[in-house]
């Protein structure tokens, strides 16, 4: 079956310090990778795909996701974490060819940046 | 731009009511999509419109749940004789479709579903 694994429940940082959210799938072939936040409250928000070509992809707000085939990860990073990062991130995979890119998601990873 | 809206935002239904949720994507997206989120859940896939086509209704939980496009803009979910288990927030996401898109889907906020 096809899944999308984070396996941290929660990330607790300090303010300024890096981060990383965690990510592996079991989908086959080759498929489009997603990472979201969900703000309380507020909808889903994307901040980052992986399609084709460079292993490393920069998004929204000064995330970047890496890319790693031969480990199917997806790891979320950031370089510097803001209080304001504080909130609930999914990754999601689209294994589908065509335009019926449906996502399958992952449980989620609350993130707490303290200041 | 305007987003993806859904309506209602909050809905409370008794158990084997009939309830129906919208759902407006952004001018111009091809395809739409609907999916069920469960409280501490992931979302979960529902079903896919590419214009007013329904392609995939493969998430689609039981006969129950019914989903329409008619003239490939707006939707509604329809959920006949509501269960318990039906409560979730229901998010519809919609895409502008095809390669040049990226394939990245834009979410709206919501119905937060709830059956007494």
């Known amino acids: 079956a096809q899944s999308v694994a984070q396996p941290e429940d929660q990330v607790n940082v300090a303010e300024g310090n890096p981060l990383t959210v965690k990510c592996t799938y079991s989908v086959s072939g080759n498929p489009y990778l997603f990472w979201y936040v969900q703000y309380p409250n507020r909808g889903l928000q994307f901040l980052l795909k992986?399609?084709?070509?460079d292993n490393l992809v920069k998004g929204s707000y000064g995330f970047e996701a890496e890319f790693n085939k031969s480990q199917t990860s997806f790891h979320l990073k950031k370089p510097s974490a803001l209080v304001s990062d504080s909130a609930l991130y999914f990754c999601a995979v689209s294994p589908n060819a065509g335009n019926n890119r449906k996502l399958i998601w992952g449980l989620g990873t609350s993130l707490a940046v303290n200041p | 731009g305007a987003g993806v809206s859904q309506s209602p935002r909050y809905k409370v239904a008794k158990r084997g009511q009939d309830v129906a949720l919208r759902c407006d994507p952004i001018s111009g997206h091809v395809s739409l999509f609907w999916y069920q989120q469960a409280l501490g859940q992931g979302p979960e896939f529902l079903t896919y419109?590419?214009?007013?086509?329904?392609?995939?209704k493969s998430g689609l939980p039981s006969d129950r749940f019914f989903a329409e496009r008619p003239e490939g803009s707006v939707s509604t979910l329809k959920i006949q004789r509501t269960q318990q288990e039906d409560s979730a927030v229901y998010l519809c996401?919609?895409?502008?479709?095809?390669?040049?898109?990226?394939?990245?889907?834009?979410f709206g906020p919501g119905t937060r579903l709830t059956v007494t």
């Open positions: 419109f590419q214009n007013e086509a329904q392609l995939d």
């Open positions: 996401a919609s895409s502008l479709g095809g390669s040049r898109s990226g394939y990245e889907q834009y």
């Open positions: 992986y399609i084709t070509g």
